[in-house]
T-cell receptor, first 117, second 111 residues
């Protein structure tokens, strides 16, 4: 079974500091994708970053980077130089082929991040 | 803006009623996914369509159904509504790549 675990229900970080949001996953499929989404209080789900299981390098998108450690089955999101607008809920998700759910995303429970001045 | 549109943004209805949620995917995307987000269940996959055909099913109740039309927009029909169906319903679309882009969601409140 595929499973995504986010162990940090909530986190604080000071503005301009870096923060790491943890995500571990479990799958027996060798081909999979890992995603991070941001959900501000307004409710929309914003795609941040993607890492494929065969990608050799860690993904980066602006201030976001994904620390992918395949052997440890972890895909932590690093946000550098935090901004007040980064305060939101962050979801880790995995996509792996599944006979029942096709290529649907399987989400973790999320981490609530609060950036303080 | 993800390019995925959903209507309506908010919906308030009564138990036992039926509602239809609408989604238009990003231009060129053939796959449409529906997800439900509730406080107790988190984000759950409901159903996927690809180019008009049902591709995969998740935790979708029998009271719920969906379809994708030739112009690729999709509709999610929820019937015999219960209080527990109150949730945020998302549509997402994807193309050749693996990323799924979400619409702004429809917030459903069943009274």
């Amino acid at each position: 079974a595929q499973k995504i675990t986010q162990t940090q229900p909530g986190m604080f970080v000071q503005e301009k500091e870096a923060v790491t949001l943890d995500c571990t996953y479990d799958t027996s499929d060798p081909s999979y994708g890992l995603f991070w989404y941001k959900q501000p209080s307004s409710g929309e789900m914003i795609f941040l970053i993607y890492q494929g299981s065969y990608d050799q390098q860690n993904a980066t998108e602006g201030r976001y980077s994904l620390n992918f450690q395949k052997a440890r089955k972890s895909a932590n999101l690093v946000i550098s130089a935090s901004q007040l607008g980064d305060s939101a809920m962050y979801f880790c998700a995995m996509r792996a082929p599944n006979s029942n759910s096709g290529y649907a995303l399987n989400f973790g429970k999320g981490t609530s991040l609060l950036v303080t001045p | 803006d993800s390019g995925v549109t959903q209507t309506p943004k908010h919906l308030i209805t009564a138990t036992g009623q039926r509602v239809t949620l609408r989604c238009s995917p990003r231009s060129g995307d053939l796959s449409v996914y529906w997800y439900q987000q509730s406080l107790d269940q988190g984000l759950q996959f409901l159903i996927q369509y690809y180019n008009g055909e049902e591709r995969a099913k998740g935790n979708i109740l029998e009271r719920f159904s969906a379809q994708q039309f030739p112009d690729l927009h999709s509709e999610l029909n929820l019937s015999s509504l219960e209080l527990g169906d109150s949730a945020l319903y998302f549509c997402a679309s994807s193309g050749a790549g693996w990323a799924q882009y979400f619409g702004p969601g429809t917030r459903l409140l069943v009274l």
